[in-house]
């Protein structure tokens, strides 16, 4: 009996060993650290974000110091997490006050394992990076910049050191600064359609590598320009006409007048959308020269910034601006391109139809809407008054015409400007 109560004793104990030591030894790994930034300049404002990452037991402790030469400063210290396996903590350097020049970020963090003795599992991470909290300087070389509601202006300007941005910000429109080869950047601009002049506020801006903002002012002339008002008759022989057109896009219409409403107004927003998102990959150099050509021989029809009022049987069912020029010429005209660029878009384009963009660099495209036919691919260079398809009335269109709109960064503009020779070399050109 002794024996068997020794052996059971015996057995308890490897038994108890065995779990201490599996528990000892499960956690043997140290957290994961990441850094955003990792390295590189930083700003007076930069954030930093820290992820620590331990999936065993969870991080215990976490350190961020700061050191540059002899002076180090804690920046972030904590034991307080809401997931103690994946800790996501922004923090800043403010506190530190250093000088511009090199500084080493340090973490340090520490698991709750009981490996060590109850110590834990440590991870020490550094990264180096270059202060900079000088910001930079923006000298504007153009000196008159005259614009009108919808017309374009242009800055040139120079910055004394390398940006990661810079560029015109009119409200919620941001129209990008293009370096050029000899180191002045361009920056066109709009005053746009919609935006009363009360309102219109052009901020110049330039950021640096290390996230540093300089803003400034410019001298300008406003130019205000009204618009017209128009009134569109929508028949149902034009909603039956054009509406089966739009019905994989809005199949749950109760009718054709709804489902127009959804066209002009939901879908206008999107191809608008659209437009802002190619203007932003615009080539950094001008691919124009000169005037822009006009659809020959044709009539206008309708003018940039007409206001419309669209009827349905005698009443007032939608408003909508019109943001091109409308061109009308013989059926099927050949399409010149107004300008010699590089083609960003072809296909049907919503309330536009059949469509094609090209970019003419710097934040400037033209779009010929409402094509029959398209003659030309996506990435094909083309050359001013080489056809590029034919007129037609695809999308919203009520007969064959060329709808020939001009857009600034995703922003339509007056086409009418860049017909005129005179226009574009005392804006445009001069400053080039």
């Given at each position: 009996m002794k024996k068997i109560v020794s052996l059971s004793i015996v057995l308890f104990l490897v038994a108890a060993l065995g779990i201490s030591a599996l528990f000892y030894f499960k956690d043997m790994q140290e957290p994961e650290l990441a850094l955003t930034p990792n390295g590189g300049f930083l700003g007076a404002e930069t954030v930093f974000t820290l992820e620590a990452n331990d999936l065993g037991t969870g991080i215990r402790t976490l350190t961020v110091t700061a050191r540059q030469?002899?002076?180090?400063?804690?920046?972030?210290?904590?034991?307080?997490?809401?997931?103690?396996?994946?800790?996501?903590?922004?923090?800043?350097?403010?506190?530190?006050?250093?000088?511009?020049?090199?500084?080493?970020?340090?973490?340090?963090?520490?698991?709750?394992?009981?490996?060590?003795?109850?110590?834990?599992?440590?991870?020490?991470?550094?990264?180096?990076?270059e202060l900079d909290t000088k910001k930079p300087m923006i000298s504007v070389l153009s000196t008159q910049h005259n614009v009108s509601r919808g017309g374009v202006g242009c800055v040139a300007y120079t910055v004394n050191e390398d940006v990661s941005e810079s560029g015109i910000r009119v409200g919620e429109e941001f129209f990008r600064g293009y370096?050029?080869?000899?180191?002045?950047?361009?920056?066109?601009?709009?005053?746009?359609?919609?935006?009363?002049?009360?309102?219109?506020?052009?901020?110049?801006?330039?950021?640096?590598?290390?996230?540093?903002?300089?803003?400034?002012?410019?001298?300008?002339?406003?130019?205000?320009?009204?618009?017209r008002h128009d009134t569109i008759n929508l028949s149902d022989g034009f909603l039956n006409a054009k509406m089966p057109q739009f019905e994989d896009d809005y199949p749950d219409a109760a009718n054709q007048l709804e489902r127009?409403?959804?066209?002009?107004?939901?879908?206008?927003?999107?191809?608008?959308?659209?437009?802002h998102e190619l203007g932003a990959k615009s080539e950094s150099r001008p691919l124009w020269q000169g005037r822009f050509e006009r659809l020959p021989n044709a009539a206008n029809r309708a003018q940039f910034g007409d206001h419309r009022t669209y009827l349905y049987n005698g009443q007032e069912v939608d408003q909508q601006t019109h943001l091109g020029i409308d061109l009308a010429s013989v059926q099927n005209a050949p399409i010149p391109a107004a300008n010699s660029g590089k083609v960003v878009f072809t296909g049907f384009f919503g309330i536009y139809g059949e469509t094609v963009v090209i970019d003419h660099?710097?934040?400037?495209?033209?779009?010929?809407?409402?094509?029959?036919?398209?003659?030309?691919?996506?990435?094909?260079?083309?050359?001013?008054s080489q056809i590029i398809g034919n007129t037609g009335a695809t999308g919203l269109a009520g007969g064959d015409h060329l709808h020939y709109g001009v857009f600034l960064s995703g922003v339509p503009v007056n086409p009418i400007e860049w017909w005129d020779a005179t226009w574009i070399k005392n804006n445009i050109t001069s400053r080039m």
């Open positions: 030469g002899d002076k180090t400063v804690t920046l972030l210290s904590t034991d307080t997490f809401e997931d103690p396996t994946h800790a996501v903590l922004n923090f800043t350097h403010s506190q530190a006050k250093f000088r511009n020049g090199q500084v080493v970020v340090t973490v340090d963090a520490t698991d709750r394992s009981i490996y060590g003795f109850g110590a834990g599992n440590t991870a020490s991470k550094s990264w180096t990076f370096k050029q080869a000899n180191g002045q950047f361009l920056c066109f601009f709009t005053f746009p359609h919609y935006m009363e002049e009360k309102d219109f506020a052009p901020m110049l801006f330039a950021t640096d590598l290390a996230g540093n903002t300089r803003k400034g002012s410019f001298y300008y002339h406003l130019i205000n320009k009204p618009f127009y409403l959804l066209v002009n107004r939901e879908l206008r927003v999107k191809n608008r959308a659209a437009m660099g710097c934040g400037l495209m033209t779009l010929y809407a409402h094509m029959n036919e398209i003659s030309v691919n996506v990435g094909d260079m083309v050359e001013k």
